[in-house]
């Protein structure tokens, strides 16, 4: 029995609700002159009352080898003021490490969120945890550990969003407060969020404000191949997401990265067009390997179920055509036998191959 389209809506709300949180780290400190005092992560979430917070994670990295060394959901910090429907939440943690380099993530519902992977003095890439796969943003200023307690990195400038505002060196700390030179407001400025495939020929942007109009001729698909799109329309239930069909050639799935682009904005996102065959996940597929950090989409037969809710997806029937999925609720909405249809990206645990979502 085909499921095709109700397992593909379950991903599609899965990731817009990922996509829609505007939150991000707006102030760290994690060295002073002498023993560390009071090192702290702050964090921004607007609209707050509209979320659990338990939902928000906090996860440390250590820059030697990638790996996380502590986990902290946003309901257990302590929540700060608020301004412009923007919260502040903060947590006091001892033992922050003092990096070249070291780092923190933030996610929700176990997804990272856009461009908060996050390291100072140097840039390393995760091992394991929601930034698996992912190279760090390194924020450009640090503690040398000279400076003198109270102090803290934190973001300045004024704006809605994390790109609106920059990272400034060390200034008196702010914990629960809006940084110094901080402000919520201004115009918000819209932006690709992610992009996937639904075929060959048809592609979905979903963005992280509201849409109110869209011209084909504003789009451009490069990468396998150079695509415009002769229709491009806002989905009715959705304002934020936008549907482009009609490609000018149809959409390759292989293990080269795209890249579409929004000219009227300008914004755009890097990914795997087309639908990618189960085999680019593997590592002595003949013809080449996907990385682990670019999403692509994937649409095949739920193979095999075990008792560990794990189940396995496979588009044909030969040599290095299926692969493991990870998810802990998506063996409850699927059968073997089933036809799915996926955004996931390729992960490695314990040496062995899988799809995360």
Known sequence: MKKLFPVFVFFLCLSLITS???????????????????????VVVQNAESYNLADFTLTLYNGNGGASYGVHTLDLFTVGATSEGFTLYYMMISGIQNGAPDGMALSYLGTLITGQFLSYEGTFTASNGPAAGVQSVDIGVLETGNEPVGQSLQLTGSGNLYNQFSWQGPADDTPGQLNNGQSFGGTPTNSIQYAFAKSATALDVVYNLAVSSVNPANYLLTGTAT???????IDPLDNELVHLTGPSTGMTGDNIVDNIEDTSIPSDYDLYAGIMPVSFTNTTNPGGLMDNTHFASFQGIISADDAFNNVWISDNASAYHGVMIYDNNFDALVSVGDEVLIRSKRDVYNNLTELVT
Do not use: K, L, M, R
């Open 227 to 233: 695509i415009t799109f002769s229709s491009a329309a």
């Open 20 to 42: 829609a949180q505007n939150a991000w780290i707006n102030e760290i400190h994690y060295d002073n002159t002498g023993g560390d005092v009071n090192e702290f992560i702050e």
